[in-house]
């Protein structure tokens, strides 16, 4: 795997222009167009990336992009690969840490998720405070020392937390906040399954994003995460899941995701230059 990393890293910093990330982006299902929002200096294809998940499911573009937003400069994926695809829990875990190796020194992570909360409704962003993994497998799978014996613990860092929520604040978007379950999928959940999910303590469900979580501990970056809710879990509303229904919620959502990430990423670019 290191070796793919090495790779990856000569192929970036070869296009990148002397563009240093500070910060990973990781856009999920229907986020894709934040782009329209960064000064791109380059723009990379996954295929091009050994170890980058290739072309994934509809909502997912597959493109490594470095730029600005304000003065923070920002390598964004545009696109992951996901456990379904192919049985994989680790399948994020080359470009994660090829955004540490590019200079990234935290990340933030988005995803669409199944909201089991009432409270929270379809078009509504929370704040991923902690997660609970229902799938019992893990990215760590395999590797070796002790350090594969990763404290969990504040895995959604409290400061760059506290940072997501100012920047919601500053934009008057209402941040719900709470803990993502981690679904295998690709199936939706069972109206039986959310109702032990909820039971559990989980108040959104999602089939990606903790085994990025995993990786990221692992490879010592720090993280915030946001789910954009788009649709309430199974058996809660009598609307069907799909995948569409997903991908339309979540471009209701996009300006909020904008202006929320664009302060974000603003409030460090007085930490640089
Ligand atoms: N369940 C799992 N994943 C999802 C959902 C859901 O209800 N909505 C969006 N992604």
């Known amino acids: 795997m290191m070796n793919q990393v090495s790779a990856c890293v000569k192929i970036i910093r070869e296009k990148s222009l002397g563009l240093y990330p500070q910060i990973g982006l990781i856009l999920g299902s229907g986020l894709s167009s934040f782009a329209d929002q960064v000064n791109i200096s380059s723009e990379i294809s996954f295929n091009e990336l050994p170890g980058f998940p290739q072309a994934g499911v509809g909502g997912h573009v597959g493109k490594l992009l470095l730029g600005r937003v304000g003065n923070t400069k920002v390598a964004i994926l545009q696109g992951r690969s996901h456990y379904y695809e192919e049985g994989k829990a680790d399948t994020m875990a080359v470009a ?33 405070t902690d997660h609970i993994n229902m799938t019992g497998v893990s990215p760590l799978f395999g590797s070796k020392g002790n350090d594969r014996f990763v404290d969990m613990c504040e895995a959604y860092d409290p400061d760059l937390s506290e940072r997501m929520r100012k920047a ?4 008057g978007v209402n941040l719900n906040e709470g803990v993502y379950a981690w679904w295998s999928g690709p199936q939706f959940e069972t109206p039986a399954e959310i109702r032990a999910l909820k039971i559990l303590g989980a108040d959104a469900v999602g089939m990606s994003t903790v085994p990025e979580v995993i990786v990221a501990r692992h490879a010592k970056i720090p993280l915030c995460a946001l789910s954009v809710l ?12 799909s995948h569409e229904q997903t991908i339309r919620v979540a471009k209701l959502a996009e300006k909020s995701i904008k202006d929320i990430l664009n302060s974000y990423l603003n409030s460090f670019s007085n930490d640089n230059n």
């Open 168 to 171: 919601a604040n500053k934009n």
């Open 96 to 128: 994660i840490k090829t955004l540490k190796e590019i200079g990234c020194d935290s990340l933030v992570l988005t995803n669409a998720a199944g909201s089991i909360k009432k409270g929270a409704k379809p078009g509504d962003i929370m704040l991923i």
């Open 230 to 241: 788009t649709n309430y879990a199974a058996g809660i509303s009598d609307t069907p899941l």
